[in-house]
């Protein structure tokens, strides 16, 4: 199904905006395209295998990008020519051959940056809630070393910052969820923190939004959410109210055997669960202000609405209603957010 314009959070103002969406086929880039689209912009779409989703892309040329062969602004010039906007999607949850943090997370966009600056073209950089300095996580500190060089790169940017998101085809999500089933549920005595569970969708529509601005200079830094505040274990609880009446038994987890899963599974590839977000569970990842209402031009979506649409006749399509694109890897702030 296509993207309905009518239902579109914004329009073009004048002409037509011209948009790289960067990640473009993965969960949180599909949300941006399927926006963008609705809108009326014109589309290129960055993938590290562009080939294999050009059938799903009929609206927008697809380019080959990958982030570890473009560390110099120079690389980013052909990908530049005839853009008005880029936004970028694109982040790991761990590390690949050839595919570090720090180049994917940090150096890449930071010639990104500067390519935009000479190009006059604007930035919009998806980044995460949480980011701290001193983070004992290369996950994290790359972000926000990444963060820093675009801020100084001279470019019109900004720099979005979403809570934990939840939507159709998410990683973190379909494992939250599955964890939400689950008639006993481990919850690590230090995962205090508060999250602003939010529709991936509505971060689509905040994309859309941001890019029609002529100037980003009134949102170098955008962060989003849900408008309520869920801890960890009350967010399973929510979750798990859509399946079942029945509550589960949350026994708590010493803090040392949270930290050895999470290092085992960043080890073994296996989760979403890592040691970063093992860290921003024990911190808040609130947004603060919360601009997703001033972007949306409502409130954002509830999260039981995404669970349940048809519950709410009056919520937003579900992304698979969406012809978006496939579901790729590169799930970043589909986490406690990034």
Same mark, same amino acid.
């Given at each position: 199904m296509q993207p309905d314009p009518e239902n579109s959070p914004t329009s073009v103002a004048s002409g037509v905006l011209r948009v790289l969406v960067l990640g473009g086929t993965g969960f949180i880039g599909r949300h941006a395209v399927a926006a963008l689209h609705g809108a009326g912009a014109q589309l290129a779409i960055g993938s590290r295998h562009p080939a294999r989703h050009e059938g799903t892309y009929p609206f927008a040329p697809l380019h080959l990008v990958r982030f570890e062969q473009l560390l110099q602004p120079g690389a980013w010039a052909p990908l530049l020519k005839d853009v008005d906007v880029v936004v970028n999607c694109v982040g790991i949850l761990r590390q690949r051959p050839n595919e570090s943090y720090d180049h994917v997370h940090h150096r890449a966009p930071a010639a990104l940056a500067v390519a935009c600056a000479g190009a006059n073209v604007?930035?919009?950089?998806? &980044?995460?809630?949480g980011l701290h300095e001193g983070a004992k996580s290369r996950f994290l500190s790359s972000k926000l070393l990444g963060e820093r060089a675009i801020a100084a790169s001279g470019s019109d940017y900004a720099i979005v910052r979403p809570s934990l998101?939840?939507?159709?085809?998410?990683?973190?999500?379909?494992?939250?969820?599955?964890? &939400?089933? &689950?008639?006993?549920?481990?919850?690590?005595?230090?995962?205090?923190?508060?999250?602003a569970a939010m529709a991936a969708t509505d971060l689509g529509t905040a994309f859309a939004a941001l890019a029609a601005l002529p100037s980003l200079a009134s949102h170098r830094e955008v962060e989003l959410g849900g408008t309520r505040r869920y801890g960890?274990?009350?967010?399973?609880?929510?979750l798990r109210a859509d399946y079942t009446g029945t509550r589960a038994l949350q026994i708590p987890l010493p803090n040392w055997a949270a930290r050895v899963g999470a290092h085992v599974c960043d080890v073994l590839h296996f989760s979403p669960f890592s040691y970063g977000h093992w860290i921003l569970l024990q911190r808040?990842?609130?947004?603060?202000?919360?601009?997703?209402?001033?972007?949306?031009?409502?409130? /954002?979506?509830?999260?039981?609405?995404?669970? &349940? /649409?048809?519950?709410?006749?009056?919520?937003h399509p579900e992304p698979s209603q969406v012809h978006a694109g496939k579901i790729g890897p590169h799930d970043l702030p589909d986490t406690p957010a990034g």
């Amino acid at each position: 199904m296509q993207p309905d314009p009518e239902n579109s959070p914004t329009s073009v103002a004048s002409g037509v905006l011209r948009v790289l969406v960067l990640g473009g086929t993965g969960f949180i880039g599909r949300h941006a395209v399927a926006a963008l689209h609705g809108a009326g912009a014109q589309l290129a779409i960055g993938s590290r295998h562009p080939a294999r989703h050009e059938g799903t892309y009929p609206f927008a040329p697809l380019h080959l990008v990958r982030f570890e062969q473009l560390l110099q602004p120079g690389a980013w010039a052909p990908l530049l020519k005839d853009v008005d906007v880029v936004v970028n999607c694109v982040g790991i949850l761990r590390q690949r051959p050839n595919e570090s943090y720090d180049h994917v997370h940090h150096r890449a966009p930071a010639a990104l940056a500067v390519a935009c600056a000479g190009a006059n073209v604007r930035l919009i950089h998806t &980044s995460a809630l949480g980011l701290h300095e001193g983070a004992k996580s290369r996950f994290l500190s790359s972000k926000l070393l990444g963060e820093r060089a675009i801020a100084a790169s001279g470019s019109d940017y900004a720099i979005v910052r979403p809570s934990l998101l939840d939507g159709e085809g998410g990683f973190g999500a379909r494992w939250l969820r599955g964890l &939400s089933r &689950s008639p006993v549920q481990f919850i690590p005595r230090g995962a205090r923190g508060g999250i602003a569970a939010m529709a991936a969708t509505d971060l689509g529509t905040a994309f859309a939004a941001l890019a029609a601005l002529p100037s980003l200079a009134s949102h170098r830094e955008v962060e989003l959410g849900g408008t309520r505040r869920y801890g960890y274990a009350e967010y399973l609880r929510e979750l798990r109210a859509d399946y079942t009446g029945t509550r589960a038994l949350q026994i708590p987890l010493p803090n040392w055997a949270a930290r050895v899963g999470a290092h085992v599974c960043d080890v073994l590839h296996f989760s979403p669960f890592s040691y970063g977000h093992w860290i921003l569970l024990q911190r808040d990842n609130m947004p603060v202000p919360n601009r997703l209402p001033e972007l949306l031009g409502h409130e /954002p979506l509830p999260i039981r609405a995404i669970l &349940s /649409p048809v519950l709410h006749p009056n919520a937003h399509p579900e992304p698979s209603q969406v012809h978006a694109g496939k579901i790729g890897p590169h799930d970043l702030p589909d986490t406690p957010a990034g």
